[in-house]
């Protein structure tokens, strides 16, 4: 067994570092562990193993080799990738899918507990498709609104509604390529004919697919999910929550809501907040029931309601660690198989609840919206039952305040107000050069890498280079423990311009801006930067990237795809798995020089893998100042701004009378 990381490797938060000493000292597992003791298969790594029929699994290893079939490398690392872009595809969709029958049982009264929170966004997303609302009740709007979501998942003709959110110039780019989606579950369907022997088999023809399948999810399945998120439980706006384990207490019932979707964990967030249960967890000695979350279930309540994240994907077993959870319930989507045997190490019951997930050995209680409230507070009660046995516990006293719930509305009323509200004062900012560009910065933690580390390093590096940075998942999370995430705390790490902007509009450098579905809403704002002015026509013409620096899961690719053909330069971290070339010096393979300049050619977008993070922030800087160069704004100057705002009046007012006049005239008028 090769030699394991010591925590400090295995992590940069200290929460995780002193659970993975405790992990070591109880002599457990977990995924860190784990990953030290597996190294990655280096063949299936680089996309050199293709396992599509019976005949194979086929290994390419020599230079020159074919696959029994005769599938090249190339073809065997195309039909990889796309058939994760298609799994990636179809699991934030279905979570769209799910939302959208949601919505219908609420219209219609057969979801307990559920209400239309935001009917204001309701009408507005309605009048998008022309679904009349004058005169109508939000009941009657939201019916019509179900049905026609539902629709587009079987829809075999014409093009997806939702798209029409994009750029006209962009939707006139993607039907002139022939990538407009049809309908969202027809791609992901026709992502795994094409895969399947003896189909498709040009890799720039395999990818020119993954496009039309990730733009499937993009723009449709994940763009559903998060407006009927917003319609059902509100459109986020800032509001102040917690994040890390020390989120845990002692004394309270600890449940930790893990997975994806919001159904469940708000009616959970309710619950918890009824006498009933209140009184149910007095009874049993507890001081009443400590909601938290994990992953992107995490973020849907952290930004609607401030419940505390517990921590990201990797902290998932960490949590468990404490001795101190009374419950995991999970819903879908990164939930590691490993919570239960680790969870018979302790008392922590792992509940699962969608239709679509279960772990043997976790106790399954099934979700029904009819019956939402009554199913989240048995769960609760469960694990108010479950506090009696709680053995030795150490919950690490780390945790952090941040302030999360920067929706693209709440983006544009804070710049505006509301009634002016616009983008103009962003757009201006990063045309005058006080914001140098815009940065999303998303995805997964990867145990290969060390945890959190590569997230916050290119984040605090961006911020120092006045990049405004929008984040959504685990790598939101990831700054949030790290304090990227307040007003004024974090601004002392970000660069002068950058500063002064956050500090006139009260905003943190970094905007968490939701869940992973949720990255739909950095597709708006840069669309809504597009629509403004200023900054070309189009996402491909703002100097904008996006950067997944932890990433592992396949949803991850999904979201680059869509990203690179909606315009943006794309960064991932860590494994690439289409950089295996057998036999040969390693240069670029033929699928990654199609990704990168084969796409930015079609898209004006690109998708590259960088392991060293500076040679990812560079690159990203250098795309920012060539987009900007393009547009012909002044070149970035560090030194041109930092002039003005609350810090450098703090500062001046400290100053002697004299000192700070000549600090004035010396600055303003030299
Ligand atoms: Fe999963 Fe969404 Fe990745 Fe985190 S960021 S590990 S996908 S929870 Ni989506
Ligand atoms: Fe091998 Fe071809 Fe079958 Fe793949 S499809 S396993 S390369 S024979």
């Not at 063949?43 to 029994?68: E, F, S, W």
């Not at 930790?256 to 049993?284: C, D, I, K």
């Not at 103009?424 to 815009?438: F, Y």
């Not at 390093?457 to 940075?469: G, I, M, N, R």
Request: hydrophobic letters at 40%; glycine letters at 10%.
């Amino acid at each position: 067994m090769p030699k394991g990381r010591t925590p400090e490797e295995q992590s940069a938060d200290p929460a995780a570092q002193e659970m993975l000493i405790r992990a070591e000292m109880l002599g457990i597992d977990t995924a860190f562990s784990r990953a030290d003791a597996n190294p990655p298969c280096n063949i299936g790594a680089a996309g050199m193993c293709c396992k599509l029929c019976g005949m194979g699994p086929c290994r390419l290893t020599k230079d020159g080799q074919r696959g029994v079939c005769g599938a090249t490398i190339d073809t065997i690392q195309a039909r990889n990738l796309i058939r994760a872009i298609a799994a990636g595809s179809a699991a934030h969709s279905d979570h769209g899918r799910d939302m959208a029958f949601t919505l219908k049982a609420v219209a219609n009264h057969e979801a307990e507990g559920f209400v239309i929170r935001d009917v204001a966004k309701l009408r507005r997303v309605a009048a998008f498709y022309e679904i009349p609302i004058e005169g109508r009740s939000p009941d009657e709007i939201a019916n019509q609104l179900a049905d026609l979501f539902i629709s587009q998942f079987g829809q075999q003709r014409g093009e997806v509604v939702t798209l029409i959110r994009a750029t006209e110039r962009r939707r006139a780019l993607w039907r002139e390529q022939g990538v407009m989606p049809r309908g969202i579950d027809r791609e992901v369907v026709e992502a795994l004919h094409r895969t399947h022997i003896g189909d498709d088999q040009e890799p720039e023809h395999i990818l020119h697919h993954a496009v039309r399948t990730s733009l499937a999810d993009g723009w449709g399945g994940s763009l559903i999910a998060t407006d009927i998120s917003d319609i059902l439980f509100g459109t986020p706006a800032p509001l102040v929550g917690q994040a890390n384990l020390g989120v845990l207490k002692e004394d309270m019932v600890n449940v930790v809501v893990h997975g994806h979707e919001p159904t469940l964990s708000e009616m959970m967030v309710a619950a918890s907040q009824t006498r009933e249960v209140t009184e149910y967890a007095e009874a049993a000695g507890a001081g009443g029931v400590n909601l938290s979350g994990i992953c992107c279930t995490a973020n849907e309540i952290l930004m609607r309601q401030g419940i505390p994240a517990a921590g990201n994907f990797l902290q998932q077993e960490l949590a468990i660690l404490t001795g101190a959870v009374d419950a995991m319930v999970v819903d879908v989507q990164c939930i590691m198989q490993a919570l239960v045997s680790l969870a018979e190490r302790f008392h922590t019951k792992i509940i699962t609840t969608s239709s679509k997930v279960r772990i043997t050995g976790a106790m399954h209680v099934q979700f029904e919206e009819h019956r939402a409230l009554t199913i989240a507070k048995d769960i609760l009660k469960l694990a108010i039952d479950n506090y009696k046995n709680r053995g030795e516990t150490q919950i690490p006293d780390v945790r952090e305040d941040l302030i999360p719930g920067f929706s693209h509305e709440y983006v544009n009323y804070m710049l505006g107000g509301s009634y002016r509200a616009s983008f103009r004062p962003l757009n201006d900012a990063i045309m005058a050069g006080r914001i140098r560009g815009v940065a999303g910065i998303v995805g997964c933690n990867n145990p290969r890498s060390r945890h959190d580390f590569m997230h916050t390093y290119v984040t605090e590096a961006l911020l120092k280079q006045d990049v405004l940075v929008a984040e959504t998942g685990c790598g939101a999370i990831a700054s949030a423990k790290r304090g990227f995430l307040l007003g004024e705390a974090g601004l002392d790490q970000v660069g002068p311009g950058l500063r002064e902007v956050c500090e006139t509009i009260g905003i943190p450098p970094v905007l968490h801006m939701g869940s992973c579905v949720d990255n739909s809403r950095i597709l708006t704002v840069l669309t809504q930067m597009a629509q403004e002015g200023g900054l070309g026509d189009d996402i491909d013409q703002i100097p904008a990237v996006g950067l997944a620096p932890e990433w592992m899961s396949e949803k991850a690719l999904s979201i680059a795809t869509y990203f690179v053909a909606s315009g943006a330069y794309v960064i991932f971290a860590g494994a690439n798995p289409v950089s295996g070339m057998p036999g040969r010096v390693p240069e670029s393979t033929r699928v990654e020089k199609y990704l990168s300049s084969g796409w930015e050619e079609r898209w004006g977008g690109k998708l590259e893998f960088v392991d060293d993070p500076d040679e990812m922030i560079r690159r990203a800087l250098e795309h920012i100042d060539k987009k900007r160069a393009a547009l012909g704004l002044p070149e970035y100057d560090p030194n041109r701004f930092g002039a003005s705002g609350d810090g450098r009046t703090r500062e001046l007012e400290a100053l002697p009378m004299l000192e700070r006049r000549a600090a004035i005239y010396g600055r303003s008028g030299g």
